[in-house]
C-alpha cells in the first residue's frame, strides 16, 4: 500500500477510535486519492434529536469532524479536501480528496 493509504486507514482506525470510542464502519477509496469513510451510527448524531430544530446542530458536528481529519491530515503532509453527508441519520459519509496524490 502508499503510504498516504496507511494514513487514511489511521484515521479511519485510530482517530475515530479516539473520537467516538469505535472505529469507522468502511473506508473505500478510488486508488486516485479520493477516500470514503462510513459511520453507520456517527456518535455526535445518535443523541441528537431527528426534528428540523436540532438538524443544523448535527451538521456543526459533522463539520467539526471534517475540520479535525483535515488537520490530522495535514499534519502528515497530505493537504485535503474534506466534505461529509449525513446519508440516513445517523449514518455520516466523509470524503478525502487529496490535493495532489503523493507518489
Known amino acids: 500500500k502508499q503510504w498516504y493509504q496507511r ?3 489511521d484515521i ?3 482517530l475515530w477510535n479516539m473520537l467516538f ?3 469507522a464502519d468502511n473506508l473505500k477509496t ?3 486519492g ?3 469513510i462510513q459511520d453507520n ?3 455526535f448524531l445518535t443523541r441528537v434529536s ?3 430544530q436540532y438538524k443544523q446542530r448535527g451538521e456543526l458536528y459533522v463539520a467539526f469532524t471534517c475540520g479535525v481529519v483535515k488537520g490530522a491530515l495535514a499534519n502528515f503532509g497530505l493537504p485535503c479536501s474534506v466534505t461529509a453527508e449525513i446519508d440516513m441519520s445517523p449514518t455520516v459519509k466523509v470524503t478525502l480528496t487529496l490535493q495532489q ?3
Open 12 to 14: 479511519c482506525k485510530d
Open 21 to 23: 470510542r469505535k472505529q
Open 50 to 52: 431527528q426534528s428540523e
Open 34 to 36: 479520493t477516500f470514503v
Open 7 to 9: 494514513r487514511v486507514r
Open 101 to 103: 496524490p503523493p507518489i
Open 41 to 43: 451510527r456517527f456518535r
Open 30 to 32: 478510488n486508488h486516485t
